[in-house]
Structure formats: structure tokens, C-alpha cells
């Protein structure tokens, strides 16, 4: 294959991509060079095991791809409001919308929200690491990596152009020939190693890390939702994980699993991917919820009402969700009975959510409500999530979603549940978290700016898509071509720049915030609301996180901590605190795999047989790993505590 | 049409009617919401019926969220003491009431949905006192990216466009000869995949004559956009002239021709006096793989569709 083969070429947009990408790249290199910076990006953040880096790292990306996936729905809107401008072709668009969809749940959402996790579930159970540090970072880089294969496939070799679900027989390699489908599977394959790892490493450390007395009742709710968050990962990825090889295999070396030849079955594709696929969006929503209700309890000064049943809630949600999965395609014929069963099953859910609904209200109830700008995003998230709600038990009663099926009505959905719920959880959790994580607050005003601009952007620009899909607009559609569609499409684009203006001044906030904010002095950032341990810890967090560990028998330690005068530092207590060493071995070991998984994209054994022998090669090189890590001395942790708490 | 057609639904464009003034666009003529067929109006009731519930939802959960927002913001004027519990953690009662009624209404939602998934299985019944007619038997077949219909009881053939009498239930036969597809004419109800080694079945029909817009609806490939049908709903009289007239005057579907379709690309309206069923049945598994066994390289070709509806094959 030649390289002009193999660069996306004829797009003045992808030029333009190219030229972009590599002024960054290059201004990236500079800086890194002039600064003399290498030495540190390395020691400090490339081989690092902290679970709190690694947590930034998986943020920083997430933002990255939010900004990517942003762009993107961008240039969709334009094409859909100026549908005669000629903007983007049909390839093109399908392209994007694939991109689209992808890059959100499984580049931004999930990172997203497995960051926030990262750096703060050691935190609130007061634990000093993961259990498998080593394995955190490992998944980190399969992640990055995976993004970062995904990502170039827009530049060399040409993006997946079937959808997000990856339907076959459209994605097989008679009906998409070249490597854009080959990027989806081993961006999503070498993604997914690290998630399914790291929904184990959370769930040994939850299990097995809290604090001497913390019963699992006794656990921070956010705690709570990446627990079961984590259980929904172990059971539901390995699916994905066939799925994608099966394909993979009946791509690249001819198969016939998903095929309509040498009679395949297309058909168990939507299945299998469903079966992954709803589990999935509560992946991304359980952890939400978590967030919501740390933040609505801390700034309601109030304890979250109902805990246990808000715990029993996600754990009836969790099972649930793999009960469903044949909403997703009602109208494949299964018949009536078939659809009667998932039907019901799907309209069970809304009596947990409702019942966790209900329970944020009851905490507002005698509360005293303080408008900050995470409580601003969670507070927008109860009215603009149950319009998602509903409309998401209206499209599961399977007679009336033959109507609803493939069509804007759907779209205007999910956008209203994994928006409102997703991603205005994850403003809330970083802003938030943002001290604890910086060492400085994000400006409120502009936070404020940022938050209503996306607030009505986000209604304006979905809003309207309910309407277009009762008037028969399909999804995936590259151009406007129905004069009765164009006024509601108009408006919808409007509300998007609106979104994306609210992202500008976020991402603004943080250059702002990092030059002018004033510096934590407390670990308990928010007026000392805190309730939980993360805020008992100082800011910034010492890399051991908690020189004594707390006794918790309760929920909310950290309110009677305060009571009682107690800190995370109890001089006499102090012991030496062991800690796992840095590593390139994760890194390397990822890049190796990428590698071959790049490889595998253009069907080039020799690079894939290459970097999987090299991945394996550091796989049992690891295993004659004896580095037991190190002890922090006692004399340099009371050094530490004293500066930070100024004793 | 606009003024009768509200009076008639205004029951379910009340609850609507609301957000639409705040959707800023008195677009009031939604094709699912204005049905033309029994199937789509089975469909448009359930909605109706569930709006109705979702409607109440909202505003109770809405007053809700409004009334603690106002009452226990920390800096309200006048707040007492009294509107403070910190401690407050949970009530059994309150969390079993709020359990029972959404539970309460799934059931009620339920109900209808599970008994009009039984009935759209079926053809749609006569009105009272009309006579039971036998479903008309239309296989829709698609390939990339066009639709063809065979009338076997007619034996003609046409390709991207849709006669069907009024009145009378319609059995669409759906298969596909190569990617997944869906039939969907909103205004008649909902859709059904065509998926390729298999037949599936989808009862539709037509009270009002005219002219309704048809389309698949499950992306599928470049040329998705374009792969619209019109639907021409008339007498039976009418029907029946018109598919005399084709099966009079249109060429015969020999093979070659056929083939010549089944390539991916767009195509125009065409009819023909015979139906394709005697070549290749797609729904078989010997017919599955015919399309992308025989064009494989056709499929790597890109159309670079950009205004389609300014291009000559597509109005």
C-alpha cells in the first residue's frame, strides 16, 4: 500500500483537520523541548501508578474528546440547517455521525466518568491507592491508545462510516470494504482490555481497601454507584469483547459469523451489541447518579434521604439493564409475545429511577439550598432528565415505538437522558472535585455562564428533535430534503452553538481559574460542607492520601470528624505508609499492543505479529517483576502533613 | 383541512399544544400524529394514552422540584428555623407510596401496549358491518438503495413507488437483498425491518385516499437518504385500473434486468409486467447472499451523494 493510498485525501475539511493536527503537534513539541519538559512529562506523568494523575490523565482525554465529539455534532447541525450549502456529502456526514456516537460513549462519557472514579472512590473509602496500581495504569494507556487509533482513522485510512452500532451485514468487509470499520473494532477491542480491567481493579478496591469499620452500608453513595457500575462492566464487556473478535475475524481473515454468505447471521450482531449495549448507557449513568447525589446532599447541607433505597435502586436498575436489550430493535419481528415480555421489562425501570427521582426532591425538602455551580448542573438535571424519562418509557412500549423507532423522537431521547444525565454529572463532579484535584476552585461566574448557556443550548437544540421524529424524520439522515423539517432543524442548530459556546467558556474557566482563583488552604473546599472523607484529606492531596486512616462507622464521617476535632493526621499514629513504585512497563506494554492493533487495521500481519510478540514479550516481563515498592518514612510524612495543615 | 383536522385531534394535541408553543412554530400537521389507517391510528391512540400519564408525570414532579427550589433556598427572606432538619434521613411510608405508583402506572401502560402488539400481528379488522376482506399480499424487497414491490396476486412489479387500494388490509412481505432495512410510511403506521434471508410481516392500511410519503428508515449505506417511495392510496377501482394498465402496457422484468437493478445505486420509478419472485426469492437462504456475491466491487464505489434532491434519479 502506497501512503497516498492510505492519507484520507480530496476533503478541504480533512486537510484542514491535517494541518491542524500537526501545527498542535509540532507547538506541542516546542513547548515540551523549550520548556525542557520531557524529563518530567515522563518521570511524572507517563509512568505513573498514582491513581489520582491517572485520573487526570483520563479527564484531560475525556475533555479532548468531548471537544472532538463537539466539533462534530457541529458540523452535522450545519449541514442539517443549510442543507443547500453542499457542507458535508453523504459519506462524509455518515462518517461524522458515526465518529459522533462512538467517540462520546466510549471515548468521553466513560473516560469521563472512570476518571472522576479514579480520583476520588480511594479517596472516599480512605484508601492510599487502587488494589492493582500497576493495572490502573495499564488501563489507562489501553484506553488512550484505543482513543488514539480511533481518532487517526480521520486522517489515515478513512473513518467507520456504519453507525455507532456497527450493524451488520452493513459493517462487514463485503458492504464496507477498507480499514474505517477495522478502526472501530480494535479502537473499541484495545479500549475495552482497560475498562473491563479497571471495572475489576474498582471492585477489588472497594471490597476489599475501605476504611477499618465501613461496613458496605456505611459507603459514600457515589461509592456505592461505581460498585455496582463496576459489577454491570465485569458482566457486560466480555460480550462486547466477543462481538468485536468475531467481526474482527470475519473481516480480516474471512469468517462468516455476521455474513450474508456461507450462511451467517447478521442478525445475532444487534443482539450480541445490545447485550453490551444497554448495560453500557447504565455505565455511564449509574456513576451520575452517584455524583448527583454527593453533590445535591453537600450543598443542601442535608443528609441524602433514603439512602439504602437509593443504594437498592441501583442495584434493581443494574439487573434490569440486561434484561432489555431487545428494545433496541423491536421491530426486528419477534413477534408480539416477545415483545410484550421486553416491553414490560423496559417500563420496570422507570420505578427504580423514579423512586431515585423522588428521593433527590425529598433531600431538597427542609434543606438549605445553596446555588453553586456544581448544585446548578445537578439541580438541571432533575427537570431535564425526566423528559428524557418519560420519553424513554413511551418509546418502551414496543406498539408505539414501531413509530418512534429510527426516528428524531429517539434521537431527542437519549440525547435527553445521557446529556442530562451524563454529561451534566460530569460538569458537576469536576467542578466539584476541582480542588481537590488543582488546589484552586473554578471561577463561579464564569461557571455560571458556562452552565446556562449549555442549560438552554442543550433544550433548544433537542427540544424540537421530539417534533421532527413525530413528523417522520428518520435519524442518520444527511440532508434536510422535507421543506416542513427545515424550520425545527434550523432552531435545533441554534441550541447546539449554544452548547458549544457554554464548552468554550468551561475550557476558558480553566485557563481563568488557574491564573486568578485563590489557592485551597482546607481540604474542605466548599465552605466546609464536605461530608465525606475526600474533603477530610488536605489540598492538594499528598500522594499517599491519608497519613492515618480514620475509623468510619457511619455514613457521612467526616460531618462527626469535624464535631469531634479529628483530622486524617494523628501524629502519634503515624506508620510508615508502603506504596507501589512508577513504571513505564504499562505504557509501553499499550503502545506495543496499539500497535498491533494498528496493524490489524490495514491487514499488515507482519507490524500485528510484531507488536503483539512485543506486548507479550513485556507481559512476561512483568511477571519477573520483583519490585515490591517502597515505604514513605514516617519523619517525611509528618513533614508533609505539618506544611500542608500549617502546624 | 388544517381547522377539521384539529377538531378532531384535539384531544391528543392538547397536552402538545403546550410545548409546541414553546417549540415557536405553530407546525401542527406531525404525520404520526395524524393518522390515515386503522394500524397508525391503534399507534397514535397508545401515544395519546401515554402522553397522558407522561403529561402528569412532569407536572407533578415539575411542581415538585419548583415548590423546594423556592421554599428552602438557603437565602430566602423569612426562612425559619423550622425549615431546616439536617438530619432528616428517610420515611418507609413515603418511599412505599412513591414505589406503588410508578409501579401502578407500568401496569396501566402495559395493558394497552401488550394488546396492540397482538393485534398488529394480525390484519387490521373492518369497521362494524363491513365485510372482511382477504389481506392484499405485497412483497417489499429492498437493495442498496431502492425499493422494489411485487404484487403476485397481480403478477407486476414497480420499483420505488407504492399503489395500494384503500380500505383493505395490505400484508407487506419485507426482505431485503443485501443491508438491513426498515419500511416505514409514517402516516400509516409503524415500521418493520427487512433483513435478508428472512421474510417478515407487516400489516398496514389506508382509509383516506392520497398520497403518502414512504421510506426505510434504518441507515444503511450512502444512498440511504434517497431511498424514499411514494405511496398512492386509492379506491379499489382505481387500484385495480392502474394494475391492469401496468400488467397491459409495462416491459417485461426479464432477468438480466433485474440484475441490472439489484446494483448498489440509485435508480428512478420504474414498473413491469411480471415480479422478480420468479428469479431469485431473497428471503431463502439460497437467495441471501445473491446481491453481494455477485457485486462486490460494485460496493466499493462511493456515489458521493450531496444535494440528492437536485439529482435527476431522485424527486
Known amino acids: ?647 | 383541512m388544517k381547522a377539521k383536522h384539529l377538531r378532531n385531534r384535539w384531544l391528543g394535541l392538547l397536552p402538545l399544544g403546550l410545548i409546541l408553543f414553546l417549540s415557536g412554530c405553530g407546525q401542527l400537521e406531525m404525520t404520526v400524529l395524524d393518522p390515515k389507517g386503522p394500524v397508525a391510528q391503534s399507534q397514535y391512540d397508545l401515544i395519546v394514552y401515554s402522553l397522558w400519564f407522561m403529561l402528569g408525570i412532569i407536572v407533578v414532579v415539575f411542581a415538585l422540584f419548583a415548590y423546594m427550589l423556592i421554599k428552602y433556598r438557603e437565602n430566602r427572606p423569612g426562612r425559619k428555623e423550622s425549615d431546616y432538619d439536617p438530619n432528616l434521613h428517610g420515611n418507609t411510608t413515603i418511599e412505599v407510596i412513591w414505589t406503588v405508583i410508578p409501579i401502578i402506572i407500568v401496569v396501566l401502560l402495559s395493558i394497552p401496549t401488550v394488546t396492540t402488539l397482538f393485534d398488529l400481528e394480525k390484519p387490521p379488522e373492518p369497521a362494524a358491518g363491513e365485510e372482511v376482506k382477504e389481506p392484499l399480499v405485497v412483497y417489499a424487497t429492498t437493495a442498496d438503495w431502492k425499493w422494489f414491490f411485487s404484487y403476485p396476486e397481480q403478477d407486476i412489479e414497480t420499483v420505488n413507488y407504492l399503489h395500494i387500494p384503500t380500505d383493505r388490509p395490505i400484508e407487506f412481505r419485507l426482505t431485503s437483498a443485501d443491508s438491513m432495512s426498515a419500511l416505514w410510511i409514517p402516516a400509516l403506521g409503524g415500521q418493520k425491518y427487512n433483513m435478508a434471508g428472512m421474510m417478515t410481516k407487516l400489516y398496514l392500511q389506508a382509509d383516506e385516499e392520497g398520497v403518502y410519503d414512504g421510506r426505510n428508515s434504518n441507515f444503511n449505506g450512502e444512498g440511504f437518504a434517497a431511498q424514499t417511495f411514494k405511496v398512492h392510496a386509492e379506491s379499489e377501482e382505481e387500484f385495480n385500473a392502474w394494475a391492469q394498465e401496468i400488467q397491459n402496457e409495462a416491459p417485461e422484468l426479464t432477468a438480466d434486468r433485474y440484475n441490472e437493478l439489484l446494483q448498489p445505486g440509485l435508480t428512478d420509478v420504474e414498473s413491469f409486467s411480471n415480479t422478480h419472485l420468479e428469479y431469485v426469492k431473497h428471503h431463502t437462504k439460497d437467495g441471501m447472499g445473491y446481491v453481494v456475491e455477485n457485486y462486490r466491487e460494485q460496493f466499493k464505489e462511493k456515489l458521493h451523494l450531496y444535494e440528492i434532491e437536485k439529482q435527476e434519479s431522485f424527486q
Not at chain 1, 478541504?12 to 507547538?27: D, H, K, Q
Request: hydrophobic share 55%; glycine share 8%.
Open chain 1, 1 to 647: 500500500m502506497h501512503i497516498t493510498d492510505i492519507l484520507v485525501t480530496g476533503e478541504p475539511i480533512i486537510y484542514g483537520a491535517m494541518v491542524s493536527m500537526a501545527l498542535v503537534g509540532i507547538a506541542l513539541l516546542f513547548i515540551l523541548t523549550y520548556f525542557k519538559k520531557w524529563k518530567w512529562l515522563w518521570s511524572e506523568w507517563l509512568t505513573t501508578v498514582d491513581h489520582k494523575k491517572i485520573g487526570v490523565m483520563y479527564i484531560l482525554s475525556a475533555l479532548l474528546m468531548l471537544f472532538r465529539g463537539g466539533v462534530d455534532a457541529m458540523m452535522m447541525r450545519v449541514q442539517l440547517a443549510f442543507p443547500d450549502l453542499g457542507f458535508l456529502n453523504s459519506q462524509h456526514y455518515n462518517e461524522i455521525f458515526t465518529t459522533h456516537g462512538t467517540i462520546m460513549i466510549i471515548f468521553m462519557a466513560m473516560p469521563f466518568l472512570i476518571g472522576l472514579m479514579n480520583i476520588i472512590v480511594p479517596l472516599q473509602i480512605g484508601a492510599r491507592d487502587f488494589a492493582f496500581p500497576y493495572l490502573n495504569a495499564l488501563s489507562f494507556w489501553s484506553f488512550f491508545f484505543g482513543m488514539a487509533l480511533f481518532n487517526i482513522s480521520f486522517v489515515i485510512g478513512g473513518s467507520p462510516d456504519a453507525g455507532w452500532t456497527s450493524y451488520t451485514p452493513l459493517s462487514g468487509a463485503a458492504m464496507s470494504p477498507g480499514p474505517g470499520q477495522n478502526f472501530y473494532l480494535m479502537g473499541l477491542q484495545l479500549s475495552g482490555i482497560g475498562t473491563l480491567a479497571t471495572g475489576i481493579n474498582l471492585m477489588v478496591t472497594i471490597l476489599k481497601m475501605r476504611a477499618p469499620g465501613m461496613k458496605l452500608f456505611h459507603m459514600p453513595i457515589f461509592t456505592w454507584s461505581t460498585l455496582v457500575t463496576c459489577f454491570i462492566i465485569v458482566f457486560a464487556f466480555p460480550i462486547l469483547t466477543v462481538a468485536l473478535a468475531l467481526l474482527t475475524i470475519d473481516r480480516v481473515f474471512g469468517a462468516q459469523f455476521f455474513t450474508l454468505t456461507g450462511e451467517g447471521l447478521p442478525m445475532m450482531w444487534a443482539n450480541l451489541f445490545w447485550m453490551w449495549g444497554h448495560p453500557e448507557v447504565y455505565i455511564v449513568i449509574l456513576p451520575a447518579f452517584g455524583i448527583f447525589s454527593e453533590v445535591i446532599a453537600t450543598f443542601a447541607k442535608k443528609r441524602l434521604f433514603g439512602y439504602n433505597v437509593m443504594v437498592w435502586s441501583m442495584i434493581v436498575i443494574a439487573l434490569l439493564s440486561f434484561l432489555v436489550w431487545v428494545h433496541h430493535f423491536f421491530t426486528m419481528g419477534a413477534g408480539a409475545f416477545v415483545n410484550s415480555v421486553f416491553s414490560v421489562s423496559t417500563m420496570l425501570i422507570a420505578v427504580p429511577t423514579g423512586v431515585k427521582i423522588f428521593n433527590w426532591l425529598a433531600t431538597l425538602y427542609k434543606s438549605k439550598i445553596e446555588f453553586t455551580v456544581p448544585m446548578l448542573w445537578s439541580l438541571a438535571f432533575i427537570p431535564s432528565f425526566i423528559l428524557g424519562g418519560v420519553t424513554g418509557v413511551m418509546l418502551g412500549m414496543a406498539a408505539a415505538d414501531y413509530q418512534f423507532h429510527n426516528s428524531y423522537f429517539l434521537i431527542a431521547h437519549f440525547h435527553y437522558v445521557l446529556i442530562a444525565g451524563t454529561v451534566f454529572a460530569c460538569f458537576a463532579g469536576l467542578v466539584f472535585w476541582y480542588p481537590k484535584m488543582f488546589g484552586h476552585k473554578m471561577n463561579e461566574r464564569l461557571g455560571k455562564w458556562a452552565f446556562w448557556l449549555f442549560f438552554f443550548g442543550f433544550h433548544v437544540c433537542f427540544f424540537p428533535q421530539y417534533f421532527l421524529g413525530l413528523d417522520g424524520m428518520p435519524r442518520r439522515l444527511f440532508i434536510t430534503n422535507v421543506a416542513e423539517w427545515l424550520p425545527l432543524n434550523v432552531i435545533s442548530t441554534v441550541g447546539a452553538f449554544g452548547m458549544g459556546l457554554g464548552f468554550i467558556v468551561f475550557v476558558y474557566n480553566v485557563y481563568y481559574s488557574f491564573r486568578y482563583s485563590e489557592r485551597e488552604t482546607t481540604g474542605d473546599s466548599w465552605n466546609g460542607n464536605g461530608r465525606t472523607l475526600e474533603w477530610a484529606t488536605t489540598t492538594p492531596v499528598p500522594y499517599y492520601n491519608f497519613a492515618t486512616v480514620p475509623y468510619v462507622d457511619e455514613i457521612d464521617p467526616y460531618i462527626r470528624m469535624k464535631e469531634e476535632g479529628k483530622t486524617t493526621f494523628e501524629e502519634d499514629k503515624v506508620k510508615p505508609i508502603h506504596m507501589p513504585s512508577y513504571t513505564g512497563q504499562p505504557f509501553i506494554m499499550m503502545a506495543l499492543l496499539g500497535l498491533a492493533s494498528f496493524g490489524l487495521v490495514f491487514e499488515w500481519m507482519y507490524v500485528a505479529v510484531f507488536g503483539l510478540i512485543g506486548a507479550v514479550f513485556m507481559m512476561i516481563r512483568r511477571s519477573f517483576d520483583y519490585d515490591d515498592g517502597y515505604y514513605v518514612p514516617v519523619e517525611e510524612i509528618k513533614r508533609t502533613e505539618k506544611k500542608a495543615r500549617g502546624l
